[in-house]
């Protein structure tokens, strides 16, 4: 169960690379850039590989494999998760790096791209073994991270407690206090308040912005919502809170549906006492499948990749998909959507809430001037209009979908920056 999580979160990953580099060859075309343009595009900066013994609780040294890849910097210093994985390799990293590059040039933050980690299951060791591992990990790289070269944070099987380390062990090789050297942290030790809820914060915000083009109207406007951990269920607790009727929504044991509208803080109690959404009260149980093909107004994938696909896209009846998870939708998938005429929100804009917050973590940090939640949520929703407001010209411009727009402007940006250096 535990391994088939972490090859869960894993493939999910790996399949939105794959999507984005699919479509990525479109917009190099589309964008006419030429092969010293690509070139500089398709190489990282800087990737590297670092070894290091960590003394274990059995007495015995082990060596463990760290890699770190910052891909482009040229927006601004790089930032990107750190990832623990037992399949973990450099050329995914790749990926996922550039992936980061794009979204922080996309949301328009000083970012450039990175990611790492180390080949390791967390599940395998103790407390102080995770510990020990990632201070060694951290004394590796030291020299080339930093708040002006490359900011980690978290991401799968890494959290706020391991973002501690990486604080601590820093600060120690440096012999000053340095919050801003990674985001994700702990809100006592500078990190955010809003975290937490941004993706889906930034999703909403998103998608209330594609509502304007609409007739839809708040309160007919009915949603599904897939997944129902930290990004569904606090979409559809804020959607709820908004007035928006939630018709239906699942976790991995299954689904619930009421065509008059879900009262989802009841569900979010009954799952905290069942552990599950299903057999709540005033409702019918569904599938996922079924979920996913309900009758509609809006479609929230917001649990795994590869979702809504050939075999069922046909069957989809929502105009809207607000894509909160990570390639929820096939390529296939994709296609049959945009001929259906289904308005299809990218998960690389749809879910770039969390990075944006993350800026902000790091601002806050470097400047020591902590803001309250409202001002974060108000540049969150500035910084996301501003976002959608780019890919909507572009879409509107170039008859595209949002997704290619999307990586359109990114690219465009980071060529750019390119350019204004004298790289190109
Ligand atoms: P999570 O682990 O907290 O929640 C996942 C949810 O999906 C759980 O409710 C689980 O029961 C449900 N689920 C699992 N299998 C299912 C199935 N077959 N059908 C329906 N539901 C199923 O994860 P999360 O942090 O909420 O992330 C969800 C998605 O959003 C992932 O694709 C993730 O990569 C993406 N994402 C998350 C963030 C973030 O800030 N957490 C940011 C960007 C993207």
Known sequence: MITNNIERIHSESVQTC???????????????????ETDLLDMPKRSFTVHFPVHMDSGKTKMFVGYRVQYNDARGPTK???????ELTLDTLNNFAFLMAIKCALVDIPFGGAKGGIVVNTKELSRGELERVTRAYIREISDYIGPFKDIPAPDAYTDKHIMVWILDEF??????????????????????????I?????GICILEEAL???????????????????????????LYREGYS???????????FNRGGLDILKVIEHKKQTGTVTDFP????ISNEELLTTDCNILIPAALSRQINQENVRNIKAKIILELANAPTTMDAN???????????????ANAGGVVVSYFEWIQNLNQDYWDEEKVREKLDKTMINAFNSVNTICAEEKCTMRRAALQFAIKSIIHAERLRGNL
């Not at 600060?171 to 937490?196: A, C, D, N, W, Y």
């Not at 941004?198 to 930034?202: E, F, I, N, Q, R």
């Not at 005429?341 to 690389?348: E, L, T, Y």
């Open 171 to 196: 600060e120690k090789i440096k012999g000053k206090h340095v919050p801003s050297i990674v985001t994700g942290k702990p809100v006592e030790l500078g990190g955010s308040k809003v975290r937490k």
């Open 335 to 349: 296609r049959l959507l945009v001929d259906q005429g289904v308005m299809v929100i990218p998960d690389i804009l």
């Open 282 to 285: 005033d409702s019918k149980n």
């Open 18 to 36: 794959n999507l984005c580099m699919m479509e990525m060859e479109n917009v190099y075309e589309n964008l006419s850039l030429s092969s010293e």
């Open 198 to 202: 941004a993706t889906s914060l930034g």
């Open 212 to 238: 304007k083009s609409t007739d839809l109207d708040k309160s007919t406007t009915s949603i599904a919502i897939q997944g129902f951990g930290n990004v569904g269920k606090n979409a559809a607790q804020i």
């Open 246 to 256: 939630i018709c239906a929504v699942s976790d991995s044991s299954g689904g619930i």
């Open 80 to 86: 990107g998760g750190i990832r623990y994985h037992p």
